[in-house]
């Protein structure tokens, strides 16, 4: 199929970017295009003005600093698969960005593109909210910070206005000392998840630091906080990782559909969430 009819510009400036946004309520951004024109074609997105913000100066580049990774907008997801420098600050996000579609949709598609296209069963909108990260925003009303728990509203709903941009996406270098682990379900390799869980553990000697979340169970990637709850405050023995795991299970709010019945999710959901946090366990010092 083909899209229906759209004006495009190309600006060169941020600042023209958003102008363009704020003057026309249809326009949509286009940085990869590998979720938003496939959606074009099928008629599922029609929007009246594409903005191509592949030539806007300063939205490329990787950092890494201040206790953060930052991922500019025109970041590809190869590129940030293939830092080491990141790879060395956080190596989760190699680990979570090898289940990401396949490598020529990575070598084209943006990092910050998926964020913003917020599927719920994406990997990256999961990895962002599972190490508390956030996102830049840019409108005519200046920069603002949103944090991953308040970015992701719904499936493919995010908090930011129509009038912004997303320039950057920050993802916290992962403490001294915390095991992590990614654990994914899919029907084949590259799709997106029937469900998938992320884990960060770092151990203590009172209380331990738990955070653990899911993709492909809900409207949105979620955080299992009952069964960080339970951990937290556990001896991380395998009966503690059991009782997790069955905690975890209520966070599974997605309907039947054709991949999965909402009973097998949760069944799903808990086989994950053991390997996960045991797959963290070992890697934690």
Sequence with gaps: MKPSLFAYDAPRTLDEAIALLAGDPGAMVLAGGQSLVPAMNLRLAAPGRLVDIQHVEG??????????????????????????????????????????????????????????????????????LLTDGSVVAQGPEGRREIAARDFFAFHMTTSRRQDEI????????????????????ARRRGDYAVAAVGAVIRRGTVRHAVSLAACGIAARPVRLEAAEALLSDSDLSEGAIRAAAEAAKAAVTAPDDLHATTGYRRHLLAGLVRRAVAGALSRAS
């Design 59 to 128: 939205l490329r580049g990787i950092t890494v600093g201040e206790g953060r990774i930052t991922v500019r907008a025109m970041v590809r997801h190869r590129e940030l698969e293939l830092s080491a420098e990141a790879h060395r600050a956080n190596p989760l996000i190699r680990a979570v960005m090898a289940h990401v579609a396949h490598i020529p949709i990575r070598n084209r598609g943006t990092v910050v593109g998926s964020l913003c296209h917020a599927d719920a069963a994406a990997e990256m909108p999961m990895l962002l």
């Design 166 to 185: 997303v320039t950057e996406a920050r993802f916290p270098v992962l403490p001294e000392g915390a095991g992590w682990a990614f654990e994914e379900f």
